[in-house]
């Protein structure tokens, strides 16, 4: 059995909670009629929105595994993941998925696995009876567990915006990390390395290469699966080289950037110029105020779990119009080397280093989100990887996993699906092979944008509004930000 479903778009489901979620237990869940339920084994039934691609196949020992959500091979030289999973032994199943991208989890042989950086997350927790439930969705498995929830507000880049994995907002109701994997039968919790092995001696021009074939055939394969693929480019790095893999590959994407009152005169120049450059027909997005009809899809969704203002493309309908797959640049700040003058080099002290990041987010040291940065750092403190510094290991399993992910389930209602092309375990071991001193500042990206478009390398990235020159600057802002000037004399009142 190898089966494959299909991405569905422009469907009427948007509007309604639970979009391309699922949830994983003992009987069957249907949230909606039109729910798909199927068993899986003796002892677990998957229930998953229509609209969440499912597939399916059955391994070489005769284990039947599912898909939920879209893997993407990143190696040229192997096949796409259901068939690499039929020609493979059950136990040697997980030994395949290093190399897949995009926003995943795989179920089979009793387990469930998640993608590199958690996107596609999974929350768990048990009943009374001692029965294990899995789901994308915090909301689903409150309902199911009728667990307290935690008090704490999530404020817009104020403090720690989420809630720290492996704790969610709901007590009992726990988070997988990405560096575990869960057991269906007693929901006991293993470790899995969260990378493949770091390689400090990979010569840069090679990771350089590696790192653009595993982008290149990202894409193409994604290309063939929806022949529509959008790009949110802004005036940054990443999105940037994204475009420029894009082009070396010569996959056809449509590049667009969301208009926002505060962007900068860059992200409103640059995008199109760049596009325009290389070919591409770039589009602007403006979006409509639907606060009034969206609040309520946003707490149902999300059950809290993300701030109003993470929520905003959302709630202001920015991405409505599109619809395939959305290829941005996100998850890129993996290969960054953030944070290294602000966290200290070593998490030997749990609770100091847990208070310590709290001071740097600005959140309060009675916070309840201390208690689950706590225990994320006792968890990496016992299954360490050799060559990652831990503050890589944030990004992944914080921001990433925590931040980012509970985002991406907010944007399921949306009809675009979004699909991060670096967001695969080989593909960041590859960024952490490079020396810091190349990471630091977006060194290797910007070399990797320079080989492979040169004609684009000219143009900064993410310069000042200056760098326009102040009255066309005034004059770009004030075209879609009507109160720009009014706040500029605003200001210059304030300070006399």
């Not at 075209?479 to 304030?494: M, Q, T």
Request: charged share 20%; proline share 5%; with cysteine.
């Amino acid at each position: 059995m190898q089966k494959e479903s299909v991405l569905t778009t422009n469907s009427p489901l948007m509007m309604r909670p639970h979009r391309r979620q699922f949830v994983i237990g003992s009987e069957s869940f249907r949230v909606y009629d039109d729910w798909h339920c199927c068993q899986l084994d003796a002892s677990t039934w998957i229930s998953y929105c229509p609209e969440l691609l499912a597939s399916w196949t059955i391994d070489a020992n005769g284990t039947t595994w599912v898909i939920l959500g879209v893997a993407v091979e990143t190696l040229e030289s192997r096949s796409e993941p259901l068939a690499e999973i039929a020609q493979t032994a059950s136990a040697d199943v997980p030994n395949l998925y290093a190399s897949w991208a995009g926003r995943w989890v795989l179920i089979g042989n009793g387990k469930v696995h998640m993608d590199a950086s958690g996107l596609l997350g999974c929350f768990y927790g048990t009943t009374r009876d001692g029965q294990v439930w899995v789901s994308s969705s915090p909301a689903l498995l409150a309902d199911i567990l009728s667990p307290k929830a935690d008090s704490r507000q999530l404020y817009y880049q104020q403090g720690l915006s989420w809630f720290t994995p492996p704790l969610s907002r709901f007590v009992d109701i726990s988070r997988l990390l990405p560096s575990q994997v869960i057991e269906l039968k007693d929901g006991s919790i293993q470790p899995r390395p969260l990378l493949p092995p770091i390689n400090p001696d990979l010569n840069y021009e090679e990771a350089l290469e590696l790192l653009s074939q595993s982008m290149i055939t990202a894409l193409r394969r994604l290309y063939q699966k929806q022949s529509k693929l959008w790009l949110g480019l802004l005036a940054g790095v990443d999105s940037r080289l994204v475009l420029a893999m894009a082009y070396r590959g010569s996959v056809n994407i449509a590049p667009f950037t969301r208009i926002a009152a505060r962007m900068s005169v860059a992200d409103r120049i640059l995008p199109a110029t760049l596009a325009k450059k290389l070919g591409y027909q770039h589009i602007f997005l403006h979006g409509r105020n639907s606060l009034a009809n969206r609040q309520h899809l946003v707490t149902e969704h999300s059950a809290g779990h993300v701030s109003q203002g993470d929520a905003l493309p959302f709630l202001q309908s920015v991405r409505d119009s599109l619809e395939g797959i959305s290829v941005g640049g996100w998850c890129m700040e993996v290969g960054k080397a953030m944070w290294r003058n602000s966290l200290p080099d070593t998490i030997d002290d749990t609770e100091i280093c847990a208070q310590q990041i709290a001071r740097n987010y600005g959140e309060p040291l009675n916070s309840s989100a201390i208690a689950g940065m706590r225990q994320w750092l006792e968890w990496v403190k016992q299954t360490p990887q050799a060559h990652m510094d831990w503050r890589d290991r944030f990004y992944i399993e914080q921001r990433l996993a925590g931040w980012q992910s509970s985002k991406e389930q907010l944007y399921d209602l949306s009809n675009i699906q979004r699909i991060p092309i670096v967001n695969a375990a080989r593909t960041y071991a590859l960024m952490l092979s490079i020396a810091e001193n190349r990471r630091l500042n977006a060194k290797y990206q910007l070399d990797l944008i320079s080989q492979a478009v040169p004609q684009i390398s000219c143009y900064p990235c993410n310069p000042s509004d200056e760098y326009f020159g102040k009255l066309r600057a005034m004059i770009i802002k004030s075209s879609y930000d009507p109160l720009h000037i009014p706040r500029i004399v605003a200001r210059k009142l304030r300070s006399r």
